[in-house]
């Protein structure tokens, strides 16, 4: 069965610094999508990026890139830059294609990150 | 465009009774999940509806069921209430299936079980 680990409960950060929220998985599929949600305090999660298990590139969306290590299993989120406004709960997940996981996302426990002026 | 709208956002219930949230997807979304998230488990995945069928569903007992409309609009159904499923509940849809596409979340509806 998938499984996401996220180990860091919570990060801090400085404003205007770099950090790397850690992500690992297991799955027994070839064809997988990895997602990385932001989930502020009132709820809503929003999308922040997504990388394709077949994708050689790492996949940057703005200031968010994805460290993709398939071999690893693992797919850290970097954020750069960071911002006030990135303090957030952030979680990653992933869907495995085919007819059993259709519109399951599986997350993992979410990291905390806050960052300080 | 509108995004994905959950009705209502706040549900204060006791338990025992039963309770309907709704979920209006993005225009043209037709794939619809449900999740419940708490502070114990995460966020864990209920069900999948696409073109008004259930094409998925997570290890959540038979009280928690769903549906989903010709307008693709979803709606979740939870019956003899329970203490633990006080939870926020997130619907997100999508335009196609598979993998590549990200889900798009609503704002969530949270539920109290007095």
């Known amino acids: 069965a998938q499984k996401i680990t996220q180990t860091q409960p919570g990060m801090f950060v400085q404003e205007k610094e770099a950090v790397t929220l850690d992500c690992t998985y297991d799955?027994?599929?070839?064809?997988?999508?990895l997602f990385w949600y932001k989930q502020p305090s009132s709820g809503e999660m929003i999308f922040l990026i997504y990388q394709g298990s077949y994708d050689e590139q790492n996949a940057t969306e703005g200031r968010y890139s994805l460290n993709f290590q398939k071999a690893r299993k693992s797919a850290n989120l970097v954020i750069s830059a960071s911002q006030l406004g990135d303090s957030a709960m952030y979680f990653c997940a992933m869907e495995e294609a085919g007819g059993t996981s259709y519109g399951k996302l599986t997350f993992g426990q979410g990291t905390i990150l806050t960052v300080h002026p | 465009k509108a995004g994905v709208t959950q009705t209502p956002r706040y549900l204060i219930k006791t338990r025992g009774q039963q309770v309907t949230l709704s979920c209006s997807p993005i225009s043209g979304h037709r794939s619809v999940s449900w999740y419940q998230q708490t502070p114990g488990q995460g966020l864990q995945f209920l069900f999948e509806y696409f073109s008004e069928t259930q094409r998925n569903k997570g290890n959540f007992p038979g009280r928690f069921s769903g549906r989903q409309f010709s307008n693709s609009r979803s709606e979740m159904n939870v019956s003899t209430l329970e203490l633990g499923d006080s939870a926020l509940y997130l619907c997100a849809s999508r335009p196609v299936a598979g993998d590549g596409y990200e889900q798009y979340f609503g704002p969530g509806t949270r539920l109290t079980v007095t």
């Open positions: 799955t027994s599929d070839q064809s997988y999508g």
